[in-house]
C-alpha cells in the first residue's frame, strides 16, 4: 500500500507564504521524480512544480515561476513546496506526486498520488 501525504495547507492572506510538504511511504521514492499539482474548483489538475530524484532538475509553471520553490530531502522521503507572495488564484487543492524511473514530467503522468491539501489565499 502506497501513501503520499501532504501537509501544510490553510489559509492565508494574499502576499503571505505557506510550505507543503509531502513524505512517501515507499523508500524508493526517496531519489524519484516528483511532483506538485493544482487544482481549483471547476477547473483541471494543472502542473505546478517538478523536481528530479537528485534535485538537481525543476520545472515550473509559468503562474508560479519566481514564487514557488521546489525542493526535497530524500532522507526523508519527503518533497516540499514552498509558497511565497501568495495571490487568490492560488487557492485550490494542492497535489504531490511521485513516480519511478528518471523522467521528470510536468504533465499527470506520474505513478502515484496523495489526497490533497488545501490552499486557500484570501483577498
Known amino acids: 500500500q502506497v501513501q503520499l501525504v501532504e501537509s501544510g495547507g490553510g489559509l492565508v492572506q494574499a502576499g503571505g507564504s505557506l510550505r507543503l510538504s509531502c513524505a512517501a511511504s515507499l523508500r524508493t521514492f526517496s531519489s524519484s521524480p516528483r511532483g506538485w499539482f493544482r487544482q481549483a474548483p471547476g477547473k483541471e489538475r494543472e502542473f505546478v512544480a517538478a523536481?528530479?530524484?537528485?534535485?538537481?532538475?525543476?520545472h515550473y509553471a509559468d503562474s508560479v515561476k519566481g514564487r514557488f520553490t521546489i525542493t526535497r530531502d530524500n532522507t526523508k522521503n519527503t518533497v516540499f513546496l514552498q509558497l511565497n507572495s501568495l495571490k487568490p488564484e492560488d487557492t485550490a487543492v494542492y497535489y504531490c506526486a511521485a513516480r519511478f524511473g528518471s523522467y521528470v514530467p510536468v504533465t499527470t503522468d506520474y505513478d502515484y498520488w496523495g489526497q490533497g491539501t488545501q490552499v486557500t489565499v484570501s483577498s
Open positions: 523536481i528530479s530524484g537528485s534535485g538537481g532538475i525543476t
